[in-house]
């Protein structure tokens, strides 16, 4: 996607062996790249989410195996790289599908072959997860037309979190058929939910739609039953951190309330996703899925920028109070309207998930 003109993707080797990301942490304020040389600057990136979003995490993690293998291509390196980066965050499943499928293609190799073969894996997921992300956008700008042409006015999306192209390599999940909608010409307006307490929604997608010159309202995370009540919203998109093979998805904390009170309003709630976004191991996303708990002063803290343009975080609640950040809730299956994917789009119903996937689910 372009900001100010120029084409970006969230992430890229350089000529040197290293690979650069943008510097989540710092938008909307400043748009700075950061440079990681080793499997620890790859590893710290993820964990305190320079670089975030389930299929972005995953991308991310196969370039911090590629530059672990130019260090040390041995068994042992493989298998601790593998196990340190696994360790960063819990939630997001495509961490563990990008871990594993690098680590299936190096092992069986020669240690001297890994380093290559490693970076050329890692440029396939980045290269795959762009054409994914495109083609979920061009089915789910389906609804976004079909919608359009009931109404013959614009379409009011509401979507959480951050799921577009900051959250990918490139166009996104929930975003990528807003973007496709919006450059065919549908009208098309996004509420963005600001995403406490890390501001996702406020701080990245606003930032990215504004670029893309997509027209949008950040809200507070409670105003969104509102619009629903009063007929003010279309659709919900979504993404998702964790599928399991029944439809639950697991997303950013809040995903649940939205989905409670898109289904009490008949509000459609469509969610988003890869396929390396299935975990096809599990059935029960409430019990069988990790919830990342996170540092708490992502609660008690905020982070904005001061009108002379430098950042400053500030505390936002009583010294001591105790507070728990979990960053991440389940919606059960029967809560989603579709799940979708690069392959079409599907009840959120082991059926569903399982015509579209027939090789993995049954
Ligand atoms: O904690 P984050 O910012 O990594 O969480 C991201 C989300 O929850 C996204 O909505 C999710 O990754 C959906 S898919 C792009």
């Known amino acids: 996607m372009k900001i100010d003109g120029v084409s970006h993707r969230t992430i890229w080797p350089t000529t040197d062996g290293a690979v650069e990301v943008i510097d989540q942490t710092l938008l909307p304020h400043r748009f700075a790249v950061r440079r990681l040389e080793t499997l620890e600057d790859v590893a710290q990136a993820i964990s305190t989410m320079v670089v975030r979003g389930a299929p ?12 672990a293998m130019r260090a040390d291509p041995s068994d042992a390196a493989l298998d601790a790289a593998h196990g340190r980066l696994l360790r960063t965050r819990p939630t997001a499943v495509n961490l563990r599908w990008a871990l594993d499928r690098m ?6 190799l020669a240690p001297a072959d890994r380093a290559a073969a490693a970076r050329h894996e890692a440029a396939s997921i980045c290269d795959e997860d762009v054409a ?19 109404t013959g006015g614009t379409v009011n999306v509401l979507t959480h979190c951050n799921a577009g192209w900051l959250a990918t390599v490139d166009w996104g999940t929930a975003l990528a058929p ?26 990245l997608t606003a930032y990215e739609l504004g670029a893309h010159g997509v027209s949008h309202t950040v809200i507070a995370d409670n105003v969104g039953g509102h619009l629903m009540q009063h007929g003010r919203v279309d659709m919900c998109i979504v993404g998702t951190d964790r599928t399991t093979r029944r439809g639950d998805v697991c997303n950013k904390i809040g995903t649940y309330l939205k989905a409670l009170a898109a289904h009490a309003n008949g ?51 009583a010294p001591g109070s105790p507070a728990a950040n979990y960053a991440f809730d389940v919606t059960p299956a029967h809560l989603v309207t579709s ?14 998930l399982a015509g579209l996937f027939p090789a993995r689910g049954g």
């Open 103 to 108: 680590r299936a293609r190096l092992a069986p």
């Open 339 to 352: 799940l979708v994917t690069e392959r079409g789009i599907c009840p959120a119903t082991a059926e569903g």
């Open 267 to 317: 509000v459609p709630f469509h969610v988003a996703l890869p396929h390396s976004t299935i975990d096809w191991t599990i059935e029960d996303g409430v019990r069988e899925i990790p919830i990342e708990e996170r540092d708490a002063t992502e609660l008690t803290h905020m982070t904005g920028r001061l009108p002379d343009g430098s950042l400053a975080t500030v505390e936002i609640v």
């Open 132 to 150: 994914v992300c495109e083609a979920i956008g061009e089915h789910g700008s389906t609804l976004i037309a079909q919608r359009h042409r009931q």
């Open 56 to 67: 972005l995490i995953g991308a991310t993690a196969a370039w911090g195996m590629a530059i």
């Open 178 to 203: 807003i973007y496709k909608a919006h450059d065919a010409g549908i009208p098309v307006h996004v509420w963005v939910d600001e995403t406490r307490p890390r501001n996702q929604g406020a701080s």
